[in-house]
């Protein structure tokens, strides 16, 4: 039956040729974008996914500039290690030629004294964005050590952050001391006795090692006759027991620093004793140490039944308002104007440019770390833009082909609509 009120013909094309151009604009709309989910009504998962994905990028670029900046203070830091362990080695040189005494050693003082000054001021100029890692003197918890962003970790819908911790190595030369009274002092936290047992180990891991607390090597040697070593000579203290007041007065002392280790206070109470023995002239078959870990290594080649060394480790608590020195606070203690000073000297170079080339080292690691950390968050931010959009991009080369397809439907579309509204015309011809 034909009507002229009611055209199904033109309707059902007008239907297709609104669906057509609705899914054209589409198209059009992802083309131009460059996304076929621009908006949460395209795809509200694919869009909630996508903006969570895309906030964790954005993270992850604040994470890259925080390794950027940890890794350029790094850069700094180990630059400032570097160049003075080779100020030190300089010094070693001075050190060496003021072993020989037809030398003028006064003038031999005052290179090393003006090199010294040297270290102190690259110390105080190697900071970045004013962080300094090359002093470390404050008591306070946490100041020991920077953390720098890593990471972002999400977790479902929590996210936590994770950071690299970089400790400080102090190379400052200020000086250190030791409160004569007050605090709690602790005489014999640690003993050792040499005897027909000619090797024994000090185990440090058991003190209470925390910023400003103070740690002291005492030795107190037993021979009558002096048959086997000079008594006299290896006799730090006047009696057995190291007292508050020699602690403070000694030499073989070391106030620890914020970050401090049992390890870092037995690799400094060996330098100590080194520079002692130098200094004292003490025999290395009599009584040598060696630190490895949290243990310290006595050995003596002469002690026996009788004849016997005592080595204590002694410490006084942070509550004594104990003074932390420098990293490298020997330095100011080097005197070559005598036979005892060079000798001394000579006994404390080794063990400060060790300290020099420990810290160097560990600012490398530091900064390879950082390096490590930065490639791997380029890596993972970069799979997030591609996993972002593999959900959300148009794929051109479909749109384009979509886009052309669509255009010929609605050109076929828009004919048959002109067909099917042309068609109520020829029921003109049965009232002709």
Same mark, same amino acid.
């Given at each position: 039956?034909?009507? &002229?009120?009611?055209?199904?013909?033109?309707?059902?094309?007008?239907?297709?040729?609104r669906?057509?151009?609705?899914?054209?604009?589409t198209?059009?709309?992802?083309?131009?974008?460059?996304?076929?989910?621009?908006?949460?009504?395209?795809?509200?998962?694919?869009?909630a996914?996508?903006?969570?994905?895309?906030?964790?990028?954005? *993270? %992850?670029? =604040?994470?890259?500039?925080?390794?950027?900046? *940890?890794?350029?203070?790094?850069?700094?830091?180990?630059?400032?290690?570097?160049?003075?362990?080779?100020?030190?080695?300089?010094?070693?040189?001075?050190?060496?030629?003021?072993?020989?005494?037809?030398v003028?050693r006064?003038? &031999?003082?005052?290179?090393?004294?003006?090199?010294?000054?040297?270290?102190? @001021?690259?110390?105080?100029?190697?900071?970045?964005?004013?962080?300094?890692?090359?002093?470390?003197?404050?008591?306070?918890? *946490?100041? *020991?050590?920077t953390?720098?962003l890593?990471?972002? $970790?999400?977790?479902?819908?929590?996210?936590?952050?994770?950071?690299?911790?970089i400790?400080?190595r102090?190379?400052?030369? @200020?000086?250190?001391?030791?409160?004569?009274t007050g605090?709690?002092?602790?005489?014999?936290?640690?003993?050792?006795?040499?005897?027909?047992?000619q090797?024994? +180990?000090?185990?440090?891991?058991?003190?209470?090692?925390?910023?400003?607390?103070? %740690?002291?090597?005492?030795?107190f040697?037993?021979?009558?006759?002096?048959?086997?070593?000079?008594?006299?000579?290896?006799?730090?203290t006047?009696?057995?027991?190291?007292?508050?007041a020699?602690?403070?007065?000694?030499?073989?002392?070391?106030?620890?620093?914020?970050?401090?280790?049992? /390890?870092?206070?037995?690799?400094? #109470?060996?330098?100590? !004793?080194?520079?002692?023995?130098?200094?004292?002239?003490?025999?290395?078959?009599?009584?040598?140490?060696?630190?490895? /870990?949290?243990?310290?290594?006595?050995?003596?080649g002469?002690?026996d039944?009788?004849?016997?060394?005592?080595?204590?480790?002694?410490?006084? =608590?942070?509550?004594?308002?104990?003074? &932390?020195? =420098?990293?490298?606070?020997?330095?100011?203690?080097?005197?070559?104007?005598?036979?005892?000073?060079? +000798?001394?000297? #000579?006994?404390?170079?080794?063990?400060?440019?060790?300290?020099?080339?420990?810290?160097?080292?560990s !600012?490398? @690691?530091?900064?390879?770390?950082?390096?490590?950390?930065?490639? !791997?968050?380029?890596?993972?931010?970069?799979?997030?833009?591609?996993?972002?959009?593999?959900?959300?991009?148009? $794929?051109?080369?479909?749109?384009?082909?979509?886009?052309?397809?669509?255009?010929?439907?609605?050109?076929?579309?828009?004919?048959?609509?002109?067909?099917?509204?042309?068609?109520?015309? @020829?029921?003109?011809?049965? %009232?002709?």
């Amino acid at each position: 039956m034909s009507s &002229i009120l009611t055209n199904n013909g033109a309707t059902v094309a007008l239907q297709t040729l609104r669906a057509i151009n609705t899914e054209l604009s589409t198209v059009q709309t992802e083309i131009a974008t460059g996304r076929r989910v621009a908006r949460p009504d395209d795809n509200s998962a694919i869009w909630a996914i996508s903006k969570t994905m895309e906030a964790d990028v954005r *993270g %992850f670029k =604040g994470v890259s500039e925080s390794l950027s900046l *940890g890794q350029s203070t790094m850069s700094v830091a180990r630059q400032g290690a570097e160049t003075i362990t080779e100020l030190m080695t300089e010094i070693k040189g001075k050190v060496v030629a003021a072993q020989e005494e037809n030398v003028d050693r006064s003038k &031999i003082q005052a290179d090393i004294d003006a090199l010294v000054d040297q270290v102190d @001021s690259i110390v105080s100029s190697a900071s970045f964005n004013g962080l300094n890692m090359l002093q470390n003197t404050d008591a306070t918890a *946490g100041s *020991g050590s920077t953390n720098v962003l890593a990471s972002i $970790d999400r977790n479902g819908n929590d996210v936590t952050n994770s950071d690299i911790a970089i400790r400080k190595r102090d190379l400052s030369t @200020s000086a250190s001391s030791v409160a004569a009274t007050g605090g709690t002092y602790n005489a014999d936290a640690v003993t050792g006795t040499l005897d027909a047992t000619q090797e024994v +180990d000090l185990d440090l891991s058991g003190l209470t090692v925390e910023a400003g607390a103070a %740690f002291s090597l005492s030795i107190f040697g037993t021979d009558g006759n002096d048959s086997s070593f000079v008594e006299a000579d290896y006799q730090s203290t006047a009696a057995a027991t190291e007292t508050q007041a020699e602690m403070a007065a000694g030499d073989m002392t070391y106030v620890a620093r914020d970050g401090d280790t049992a /390890g870092d206070v037995a690799a400094a #109470l060996v330098r100590k !004793f080194n520079t002692y023995a130098a200094e004292n002239g003490l025999d290395g078959n009599v009584l040598s140490m060696s630190a490895a /870990g949290d243990t310290i290594t006595i050995t003596s080649g002469v002690t026996d039944g009788t004849d016997t060394i005592d080595v204590k480790v002694n410490e006084l =608590g942070a509550d004594a308002g104990n003074t &932390i020195g =420098g990293g490298l606070e020997d330095l100011r203690s080097i005197n070559v104007n005598s036979d005892s000073g060079a +000798d001394a000297a #000579l006994g404390a170079i080794e063990g400060l440019i060790d300290v020099g080339i420990d810290a160097a080292a560990s !600012f490398g @690691s530091d900064a390879r770390r950082l390096d490590t950390q930065q490639d !791997f968050v380029t890596g993972l931010s970069d799979a997030l833009k591609s996993g972002i959009g593999a959900l959300v991009d148009t $794929d051109m080369e479909e749109a384009s082909a979509r886009l052309q397809a669509l255009q010929v439907q609605q050109q076929l579309a828009m004919q048959s609509l002109s067909i099917a509204n042309s068609s109520p015309q @020829s029921l003109l011809g049965l %009232f002709r």
